[in-house]
């Protein structure tokens, strides 16, 4: 359990969000082009790692936005808080 | 209003604690980002929609409440006493808004019930089911929050000092009044 800080409602409780897995995965342009291990690369693939991690979350009981976070998976630490379209403020 | 089926029927009373549902009570959902939406919107209600996040604004007769940056509920501050389903404030803002493609209105009178809470043990009630802080919001005349209470989402408005406006889908109120009489039972 911990803290998350909405950038629209400002801090809440994690179990208000849903999170929406690995963030600032493209789709490729022209899918039809693609293999199909190509396509399972993009549609399957995540990096999952131990360590700071991009991820999207929704606020699901709040306002329903999705935004971005910067999470060290290895203790839950939230290195930054952003939202959809911006640059991730953090490497 | 014709034909509301009130769905909590009961007015509970506890030391320090009071709730009953308020009914029939007109509620909208209007939802827009474009400048025009807010001002048309302003125009229309005669009063200016809430932009700071968790906060609400109030005339005589609405009251509005700052959802999420492009959500808002509008509900009437009295009970509709008209025997009629048509709202003048649902017709204005379709012709205002959803006519000139600025945003949407959706009426959700029904979908939503209106429990009023007073007294000094709110909070208290609150904290038994509910991950949200109220720490500054009880102090906050005016402010909105959603949240969840035993795992139901809910809207909460801090109407005045020991009064709080819950709104919770009709589906899920009965089960939750139940649950808030049985926890209040217990504070």
Known sequence: MFLINCPFCGEREQSEFKAGGEAHIKRPKQPTELSDDEWAEFLFMRKNI???????????????????????TSNDQIKAVYKMGEKPPVK | MLNYNQPLKDQKSYQGLQMSEISPVMKLIIRGKKRDFLSAVG????????????????????TALWLSPDEWMIFSNNVLEEKTNTYNTEILLNKNICNLNLGAVTDVTDQYVRITLKGDKIYDLFQTGSPFNFNEFRNKIGSVTQTIIAKVDVIIHNQSQNEVNLFVRRSFSEHLFSWMNDSASRL
């Open chain 1, 50 to 72: 131990k360590g700071v991690q991009f991820e999207r979350w929704n606020h699901a009981h709040g306002c329903r936005k999705w935004f971005n976070i910067v999470r060290d």
């Open chain 2, 43 to 62: 125009k229309s209600l005669n009063m200016v929609l809430p932009t700071k996040a968790n906060t609400s604004t109030q005339s005589e007769k609405l």
